[in-house]
């Protein structure tokens, strides 16, 4: 898959893209990313690339010619003729479509995907409805500008694609994993069956089934005064599953109530929930 960044500040993504799992990925060529500097798009001696806003008020707005002349020269297809299936412009702005796991993973099945980074006050809104397919939004805050937006797009879309994580499988056992009827729909039957079994020792994946992941340990056994939970440490590895989903089930219940609405959940999980006061 290939990302394009437009931005004013193509530096910003120098440390983002120079390091592990998005490092790795550009090495191997699972993954390309370019970055343009909106300012070699302009033709004044200032390389000016904003202005006032029409109608008054604060800040300064993103000039619609170079924005549309970065996007033009990088050959996608006109808006209207694009196959949204394979190649998509997309602004970052805080009034766009909230980004998560589920997005990314949309994402993640172009071939192709521009990311326009806004600055100042925004973008003049020509841009969204002449070359745009959609506006895309991190998240309910507002940032001083799109790179960051950006970084994050970036860095969430390139883990799920094929080979880019050391474990294929392990982007759909992590929070906000696809839930078992979302896997099987893909072709892939192994949710929550590790490969030596039901008897077989739990891998690093239990299937998130779209709940938040399972508290994580590693040595040393204890660390000031704390001590791993006994049953990791036990080898029964029925009760460590038992034990994972439980957890997940009470993080997710504790930290993010609204998830357990769209997450596939056994009897015993529901049974396990209402003694914790969940009432679904
Ligand atoms: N006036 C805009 C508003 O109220 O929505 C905020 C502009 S913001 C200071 C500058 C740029 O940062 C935006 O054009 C956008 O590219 C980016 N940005 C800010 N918040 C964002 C968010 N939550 N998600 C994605 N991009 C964001």
Same mark, same amino acid.
């Given at each position: 898959m290939r990302f394009d960044l437009i931005t004013i500040f193509p530096e910003f993504f120098a440390s983002i893209l120079g390091h592990g799992v998005l490092r790795r990925a550009i090495a191997q060529g699972l993954v390309g990313v370019e970055v343009h500097?909106?300012?070699?798009?302009?033709?004044d001696r200032h390389r000016t690339v904003d202005d006032r806003p029409f109608g008054g %008020? !604060? /800040?300064?707005?993103?000039? =619609? @010619? =170079?924005?549309?002349? #970065? +996007? @033009?020269?990088? %050959?996608?297809? !006109?808006? %209207? !003729?694009?196959? #949204? /299936?394979? !190649?998509?412009? +997309?602004l970052l702005s805080a009034q766009g479509r909230r980004f998560t796991q589920g997005v990314a993973r949309e994402l993640a099945g172009l071939e192709r995907l521009v990311l326009l980074c806004g600055r100042y006050e925004g973008v003049d809104e020509r841009v969204h409805s002449l070359l745009c397919d959609e506006e895309l939004s991190i998240g309910d805050y507002v940032l001083s500008g799109g790179e960051l937006a950006a970084a994050i797009v970036v860095d969430a879309t390139a883990r799920l694609l094929p080979g880019v994580l050391g474990n294929e499988a392990s982007s759909e056992y992590e929070s906000f994993g696809l839930t078992p009827t979302l896997i099987a729909r893909s072709g892939r039957s192994e949710w929550g069956t590790p490969s030596g079994g039901e008897d077989g020792p739990p891998l690093a994946v239990v299937g998130s089934g779209g709940l938040l992941d399972y508290p994580h340990y590693t040595r040393p056994a204890e660390f000031r005064g704390m001590a791993v939970p006994e049953v990791l440490t036990g080898g029964d590895h029925a009760a460590i599953r038992r034990w994972r989903r439980e957890k997940a089930l009470e993080k997710t219940w504790r930290n993010r109530p609204d998830l357990l609405e769209g997450a596939e959940l056994s009897e015993a999980d529901r049974e396990y929930l209402r003694g914790l006061g969940w009432g679904g």
């Open positions: 500097d909106l300012r070699n798009f302009t033709h %008020g !604060e /800040g300064m707005v993103l000039k =619609p @010619e =170079p924005l549309t002349e #970065a +996007v @033009e020269s990088l %050959g996608v297809n !006109e808006k %209207g !003729e694009r196959d #949204a /299936g394979r !190649e998509r412009v +997309v």
